[in-house]
């Protein structure tokens, strides 16, 4: 262990209750701790411990900071309440926002004292994102939004939305998207939550704009540059899910891993995930040492849907493991039905599937 | 530097597998398996020995160089070129021989044979004679000593003994998978046993901790397998038109591609991973699980690559003369080698569930 690591769990030890690890699914439920969480990190720079002091880190390096996310997925530390905040929109305020943006927006994001959504899925542009047609005109120096969002992840909670719209009607698909700081609280905001099929970690909404206003100021990143964005803010995230993606594969096994006799049937199985599990960890790994050491990283192409596919399928043998078991334990099926979600947000399976072969493997776009 | 930033290896290991590389490939790999095929007899341990292959992951205080990682990146190589050459079996000799402690390195100047069979050894005379009904023995003909795991009813041995040695005895049986490795059986034994020319004696419970480091050299191997298949099918699809376009273009085609990458590198990362937990002192219980994985993996990946690899070819795919069934024969022969994919799982579970409940 480095000293870095140390100094963190040690940080770990001062904030977590005496029997975090022994209570940690009633711990996983804590709305308090897992706020207090967030907020006490980001103060004392553990957070994003490769950002600067001030910014909820303290300017380690790449490999450092790795170091602690790992050891902090080790001790599985209390989950973000609202993870795209962190993960998704502080880092495309970061890198794209005005110093005004910076100043008002970076801070409670990073911190979690003001909750994001990201307004990216629409009725009719799914996985086709650039189909998109919430629309925004700009005169006066105020836009006007008109439009429908979908599958918006927390928008019935949270304060901003990162709002993709398209501002050049002529423009190439692509080329005529722009990315909004939605005000949720806004005039014209509706928001509707969706029913999920069970008790999901998170809620998801409709979000209906109707002649919304937002100031021009609002912008991020260039005006018709919102693809850009959308494609940077992602694969920030992507470069780091896959530690959440390892710890939650081996969450989903803990029953499995703990119950009290298996079948060989069954033990091989959990060989598999296990497998699987380190499959992940280990190429979200060997990826990042590439990079660090400016290295070509291909490999990073496979971790999502690696990742995801692992989750689903430790939740599948947990579930059936149980057998019988699982009618008196509601977590089991619920594990379940949260873990299908895994293979179609943030880019579909089989999305992952078209990128890796064309971009990864070479082979010819487009899809006859 | 942590240690998992090994897992890129570095200047030293990628220039080490950029020579091993372009050196296998002289050695014309699928030719001569196809001439293996057709009753030749595969050579090329000199090129090997010369290039100082044998020496790689071997502890410097044993006259060798090199880390595990430059090891597995290095099979890896010779996996890609089908390379016929005795490096995996000598490799696995070498591991075996370190792991059990009764490595020499006069050991290395000829080419090993390694096996694991039924028997016992009888330790009376203090040196071991062993008895072994059936012993099947990658690189057999040719090889300088055998060293084989022989598991008995309560122990296990590691035994390093001469093929010209008293007792020892081919049974013949041809190598029907992949002749340009050949497994032939022996018998040794005879009423008095065959002499050995080391011995170790262990508990039966030690055996895949024994079989680590063989382990992840059998993983690279097949990582290397699966990923010359893959390469080649890339090839094929982008070249091979019908319909008016390549066929690489067609989205059954390319998913199913894209798992196979996805396996590859999966496999590639656990071989990796598995090299980097053996350098602990000494390996414990989480190395042997991590190349129980990395084997079963790489062993399912492999024959599953060179299988699809032959589904893209059509019906070019069932000739002699392409390479698909050189990547299947190399693939399902070498898969089993330490055992079938579900055992290992089997084995790997078993262990995170002990160490699970030590930990709590
Ligand atoms: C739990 C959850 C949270 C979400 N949170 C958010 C959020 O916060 N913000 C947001 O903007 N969106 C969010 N989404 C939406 C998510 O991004 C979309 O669901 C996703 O992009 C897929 O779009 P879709 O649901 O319209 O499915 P579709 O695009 O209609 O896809 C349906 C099926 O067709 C397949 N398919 C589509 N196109 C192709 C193709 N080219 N090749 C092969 N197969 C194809 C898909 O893989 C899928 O299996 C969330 C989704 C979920 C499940």
Redesign the pocket.
Same mark, same amino acid.
Not at chain 1, 117 to 121: E, I, Q, V, W
């Given at each position: 262990m480095t000293d870095v690591t140390s100094e963190f769990e040690a940080f770990l030890d001062g904030f977590l209750p005496a029997d975090y690890a022994e209570n940690y699914q009633r711990y996983r439920r804590d709305v308090k701790l897992r706020t207090e969480y967030q907020a006490t990190a980001y103060d004392a720079g553990w957070l994003i411990p490769e950002w600067g002091p001030g910014e909820g880190g303290r300017d380690l390096s790449v490999p450092d900071a790795l170091a602690v996310k790992l050891a902090g997925a080790r001790r599985r530390v209390p989950r973000l309440m609202n993870i795209?905040g962190v993960g998704v929109a502080a880092p495309a305020i970061r890198a794209f926002g005005t110093a005004a943006q910076r100043e008002r927006l970076l801070r409670p994001a990073a911190r979690g004292d003001e909750w994001w +959504? /990201?307004?990216?899925?629409e009725p009719g +542009?799914? &996985?086709? /994102?650039a189909a998109l047609r919430t629309t925004a005109t700009l005169a006066d120096g105020v836009f006007t939004v008109n439009g429908q969002?979908?599958? !918006? !992840?927390? +928008?019935d909670e949270a304060r901003w939305c990162t709002l993709y719209v398209r501002t050049d009607p002529e423009a190439r698909p692509h080329r005529g998207i722009s990315c909004l700081v939605l005000d949720l609280r806004s005039p014209g905001v509706e928001v509707r939550p969706i029913r999920?099929a069970g008790p +999901?970690v =998170?809620s998801?909404s409709e979000v209906f704009l109707d002649d919304v206003k937002v100031p021009e100021e609002a912008l991020l990143g260039p005006l018709h540059g919102g693809w850009g964005v959308a494609m940077s803010s992602l694969e920030h995230e992507r470069d780091m899910i896959w530690i959440n993606t390892w710890l939650e594969t081996t969450r989903a096994l803990e029953p499995t891993l703990t119950a009290p006799e298996l079948s060989e049937h069954q033990l091989v199985r959990l060989g598999r995930s296990l497998a699987d599990a380190e499959g992940v960890r280990l190429t979200g790994l060997r990826t990042a040492a590439q990079r660090w050491a400016g290295l070509p990283s291909p490999a990073s192409s496979i971790l999502k849907l690696l990742g995801s596919e692992s989750v689903q399928r430790a939740a599948l043998l947990s579930l059936e493991t149980a057998g019988a078991r699982a009618f008196d334990d509601p977590a089991l099926f619920d594990e379940r039905l949260e873990s299908l979600?895994a293979t179609?947000?943030?880019? !579909? &399976? =089989?999305?992952q599937?078209?990128i890796i072969a064309e971009r990864t493997l070479g082979l010819p776009k487009g899809?006859p | 530097m942590t240690d998992w930033q090994l897992l890129a290896p570095d200047e030293d290991a990628l220039a080490l597998a950029d020579t091993a590389r372009a050196q296998f490939r002289s050695l014309h790999g699928a030719a001569a398996m196809r001439a293996a095929l057709d009753g030749g007899v595969p050579d090329g341990w000199e090129t090997v020995a010369d290039g100082g292959y044998a020496d790689i992951g071997i502890p410097e205080d044993l006259g060798g160089i090199g880390r595990m990682i430059d090891l597995v990146v290095m099979l890896e190589e010779a996996g890609r070129a089908l390379l016929t050459a005795p490096l995996l079996a000598s490799a696995l000799a070498y591991r075996t021989q370190v792991a059990a402690g009764v490595h020499r390195e006069d050991f290395r100047r000829a080419p090993a044979g390694f096996g694991i069979a039924e028997g016992v050894v009888d330790m009376d005379d203090g040196n071991g004679r062993c008895h072994v009904e059936r012993a099947r023995v990658l690189g057999g003909p040719g090889a300088a000593a055998f060293t084989l795991i022989v598991k008995g009813p309560d122990r296990a041995w590691v035994v390093v003994v001469d093929p010209e040695a008293e007792g020892v005895e081919p049974v013949g049986q041809a190598t029907l998978i992949d002749p340009s490795r050949p497994l032939p059986v022996f018998r040794l034994g005879g009423e008095a046993g065959v002499a050995c020319a080391e011995c170790r004696e262990l508990p039966l419970g030690d055996l895949d901790r024994m079989l680590a480091g063989a382990r992840a050299c059998v993983a690279a191997d097949l990582v290397g397998t699966a990923a010359g298949a893959l390469d080649a099918a890339v090839a094929h699809v982008l070249q091979r038109r019908q319909f008016g376009r390549a066929i690489g273009t067609f989205?059954a085609v390319k998913h199913r591609l894209a798992d196979a990458y996805t396996a590859v590198e999966q496999a590639r990362s656990l071989a990796y991973g598995a090299a980097l937990s053996l350098t602990g002192e000494p390996p414990g219980d989480s190395a042997t699980r991590d190349c129980l994985l990395a084997n079963a993996v790489a062993a399912e990946t492999a024959v599953r690559v060179a299988s699809l690899f032959t589904q893209l070819m059509g019906a070019m795919g069932v000739t002699f003369e392409a390479d698909c069934h050189l990547f299947l024969r190399r693939a399902h022969q070498t898969a089993c080698l330490l055992g079938e994919p579900d055992d290992l799982y089997l084995a790997a579970a078993r262990i995170e569930r002990i160490e699970r409940r030590i930990s709590r």
């Open positions: 795209q +959504a /990201l307004g990216m899925s +542009a799914g &996985s086709d /994102l969002k979908v599958w !918006t !992840t927390q +928008a999920t +999901a =998170e998801f979600g179609i947000y943030g880019g !579909t &399976s =089989e999305i599937r078209n899809t | 989205q």
